[in-house]
Every structure is written in structure tokens, then in C-alpha cells.
């Protein structure tokens, strides 16, 4: 029998960092065997960078998720832990085909980091109430004042937009601002920002088989670059035609390195990575969830299926 979820709740517009911590205590509690929890960085707002692992705790295939490197894009994370309720709750219950997520999950360990940036979240989601610092209030009230405006941060709360902060084709693309705000700034050279520092000591210390990086514009597979290897571009062609063959959005070559977490991930691992790109505005309106959760929860078991 499938359990009640009573945890995340896929109900309301927001999921506050918070709500997403006590979920993650929560799900932990009498699954310590296949769920554990840590934190890889603090953030400039004292929030915790918080990296979940799932499955096979020792196993040595190991699997990305991020979620939620782009504030404003953060029903990301309400559909990882979403995601990750229903795995853990129904972990030996039978599935349609008899097979259960324990047999799934068993060779594989989930390294999930499901909101990169809680500081830019929770600017989104609360204006400036969702800074702590005075003086960090003081420039976001320098930007704008108003909880709407504030709500399509993208950036952390330095301003920087993490995902142009890595080395891969730093200050590459388009769009670029050159003062901290609220999207599209890079900052003044690679990894300044704590948050871009951990994912980096994260990739240097473990190997990962595959990469899947949760953003919210367009439903699109974003997939490679032109910086990526030779070999690594077909097996991320590949891992795109498999991710759109679940749920149905269409794969897209990313062209110019542009300093993306992808782009580095490639750099460091040379194992393939998608960016899936789960709504059509952002913040994503919550009335979309359920047809984001429905396409999107088969994923990992694929993943793990994976050689
Ligand atoms: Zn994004």
C-alpha cells in the first residue's frame, strides 16, 4: 500500500529552505540504512548547503541531482524531496512491474544537493525578510524594495549568479552583467562564492557516473557544450535522448561554455550531464507541480539501471 505523504507538501507556492530542512530530518528518522545527511558548505546567510545520500550508502556508482542553483527556480527542490519521499516511504513496496525501489536503488548511491542556493531562495521567496544581514538588505533594497521584483532573484544573496561562477567558459555567453544583482552576474573571477566552492571540492572528491541538474525554464533537456570531449558529447547526447524519452521535454545542445555548473562538471569528470528545465515561468506556479512530478519521478530508477 502506498503510504500518506505528510511531508513535503507539494500544496503551497512555496517550500521555504526550512520547510525543506525539517523534511529532511524527517524522512532520515528510521531510514538512517539508505538516507543520510550533511552539510557541504554555510552559507553567507549562515544556511546550509544541505547533501543528501540515497541508496546504497557505500555503493561506488555514485549519481548527481542539484537543485535549485537559480533561486527563483526553486520548485526544483520541492520535486527532488518529492521525488525522494516516495522512494524512501515505499522502499520495499511492490511496483506495477514487481520490482521494488530497494532493488532499484541497491547499486547506487544519490549524492542529492536539493537547494544549492537557500539564501537566493528564500530572497525569492520572502523579499528582503529572506536576508539575514543588514548589509545584505541594504543592497537588495538598493535593486528594489518590492517582494515581486525581488521574487525573480536568480543569483545568491552576494549577487552573483552561481551558475556563471565556475571556471568553464567563465565571462562566456551572453548576457552578462558586470555589478552583483539579480541575475547574469558572474562575479569578479571563478568559484568566490561558497556555494560554488563545495560543488567544486565536491566533483574533486568523488567520481560521479552521471549528472542531472534540476533548472525551471522552458521543459528542455539541456545537454553538452562546446568545450566538452569528443567522447563525453555522445554520451551526453545519449543521456539526453534517455532523460527526454521519460518525460518528454526536447533535448537541446548547449553551445558556448558559459561558466555553468555543467560545463565544469564535464571539465572535472568527463561523464555526462543534463539540465532539465521542468516549467514555463518562473517562479514555477504550483498548479504545474503535479504534471512535473508525474513526468519526472521515473528518472532515477532509470538512472540506476545504468551501467
Ligand atoms: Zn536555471
Redesign the pocket.
Known amino acids: 500500500m502506498a503510504t500518506e505523504f505528510v511531508y513535503v507538501d507539494t500544496s503551497q507556492q512555496i517550500y521555504s529552505y526550512d520547510s525543506m530542512t525539517e523534511d529532511i530530518l524527517q524522512l532520515n528518522l528510521g531510514h538512517e540504512d539508505i538516507l543520510s545527511y550533511e552539510t557541504i558548505a554555510t552559507t553567507a546567510q549562515g544556511r546550509n548547503v544541505w547533501l543528501i545520500k540515497f541508496g546504497n550508502l557505500s555503493s561506488e556508482n555514485k549519481i548527481l541531482i542539484t537543485a535549485s ?2 533561486a527563483r ?1 526553486y520548485m526544483s527542490s520541492q520535486l527532488v524531496m518529492r521525488m525522494l519521499e516516495e522512494y524512501v516511504f515505499n522502499y520495499d513496496s511492490p511496483l506495477k512491474d514487481g520490482s521494488t525501489y530497494r532493488g532499484h536503488f541497491d547499486s547506487v548511491c544519490f549524492y542529492i544537493l536539493p537547494m544549492v542556493n537557500p539564501d537566493g531562495v528564500s530572497i525569492s521567496q520572502f523579499g528582503l525578510d529572506g536576508a539575514i544581514l543588514d548589509s545584505t538588505k541594504t543592497w537588495l533594497s538598493s535593486i528594489s524594495t518590492s517582494n515581486r521584483k525581488l521574487s525573480q532573484i ?1 543569483a545568491n544573496s552576494n549577487g552573483v549568479d552561481l ?1 556563471r561562477n565556475f571556471p568553464i567558459g567563465f565571462g562566456q555567453g551572453g548576457g552578462l552583467t558586470s555589478a552583483p544583482g539579480l541575475a547574469y552576474y558572474p562575479g569578479v573571477a571563478p568559484l568566490t562564492e561558497i556555494e560554488t566552492m563545495a560543488l567544486s571540492n565536491l566533483i574533486a572528491t568523488n567520481k560521479f557516473n552521471y549528472c542531472i ?1 534540476y ?3 522552458g521543459k528542455i533537456n539541456y545537454y553538452g557544450s562546446n568545450e566538452n570531449s569528443a567522447e563525453n558529447a555522445v554520451r551526453c547526447r545519449d543521456l539526453a535522448a534517455l532523460v527526454s524519452s521519460i518525460n518528454k521535454y526536447k533535448p537541446r545542445h548547449c553551445g558556448v561554455a558559459n561558466g555553468s555548473f555543467a560545463d565544469y562538471f564535464y571539465s572535472v569528470q568527463n561523464t555526462p550531464a543534463v ?1 532539465i ?1 521542468i516549467g514555463t515561468a518562473n517562479p514555477v506556479p504550483i498548479s504545474q507541480f503535479s504534471d512535473i512530478y508525474n513526468r519526472n519521478v521515473p528518472l532515477w530508477l532509470v538512472l540506476s539501471d545504468l551501467d
Open positions: 542553483i537559480h527556480e536568480k551558475n541538474n533548472h525551471s525554464m539540465s528545465e
